[in-house]
T-cell receptor
Framework: GESVGLHLPTLSVQEGDNSIINCAYSNSASDYFIWYKQESGKGPQFIIDIRSNMDKRQGQRVTVLLNKTVKHLSLQIAATQPGDSAVYFCAETKIRDDKIIFGKGTRLHILP | EAGVVQSPRYKIIEKKQPVAFWCNPISGHNTLYWYRQNLGQGPELLIRYENEEAVDDSQLPKDRFSAERLKGVDSTLKIQPAELGDSAVYLC?????????????FGPGTRLTVL
């Protein structure tokens, strides 16, 4: 069935280094791919999205890369800070369906 | 601007008891979603409302779950009777409309523990 998954359940990164969180997806028909950040005790928070016809999109300290050839999505966080500690979910959606399908999440630990 | 408000934040009940969750979406948001999030998993959609109409309830276990959004604003999600497997975080989200539904804003969730 359709699914979005992540490669690693946990990622530990030194404070100040760049973080790269990866995701593999299976549905080529999705229109948008999205990254969410979920801090403990909170709901998921939208970080950045990328439309399926794009390869790269940059935000503030974050970059999302989409490789449709291998169905791979990544989130790059520059100069990782303690406040970046959270679980990160990739997700996909089709405009017509208006459903978001979430992956399992990667927990990002920031090492001092 | 106030975000999505949910209550209660935590609920502990015994199995076979009823439970209800309440959600107040962001003002002006016509679309409202209820999700269930199991430990370590991503949220899974239970039901979606466009104003007061439930437009997608295909994933809602209708034998024990019910939801309503009577005036197209606040919504309640009910479980009766609760089972052990219902322990999860129940998230409410809202968006301006369904056309850009991926721009959803989530509430903090209600953590349900069924004993």
């Amino acid at each position: 069935g359709e699914s979005v998954g992540l490669h690693l359940p946990t990622l530990s990164v030194q404070e100040g280094d760049n973080s790269i969180i990866n995701c593999a997806y299976s549905n080529s028909a999705s229109d948008y791919f999205i990254w969410y950040k979920q801090e403990s005790g909170k709901g998921p928070q939208f970080i950045i999205d990328i439309r399926s016809n794009m390869d790269k999109r940059q935000g503030q300290r974050v970059t999302v890369l989409l490789n449709k050839t291998v169905k791979h999505l990544s989130l790059q966080i520059a100069a990782t800070q303690p406040g970046d500690s959270a679980v990160y979910f990739c997700a996909e959606t089709k405009i017509r369906d208006d459903k978001i399908i979430f992956g399992k999440g990667t927990r990002l630990h920031i090492l001092p | 601007e106030a975000g999505v408000v949910q209550s209660p934040r935590y609920k502990i009940i015994e199995k076979k008891q009823p439970v209800a969750f309440w959600c107040n979406p962001i003002s002006g948001h016509n679309t409202l979603y209820w999700y269930r999030q199991n430990l370590g998993q991503g949220p899974e959609l239970l039901i979606r409302y466009e104003n007061e109409e439930a437009v997608d309830d295909s994933q809602l276990p209708k034998d024990r779950f019910s939801a309503e959004r009577l005036k197209g604003v606040d919504s309640t999600l009910k479980i009766q009777p609760a089972e052990l497997g219902d322990s999860a975080v129940y998230l409410c989200a809202s968006s301006l409309d369904g056309r850009r539904g991926h721009l959803q804003f989530f509430g903090p969730g209600t953590r349900l523990t069924v004993l």
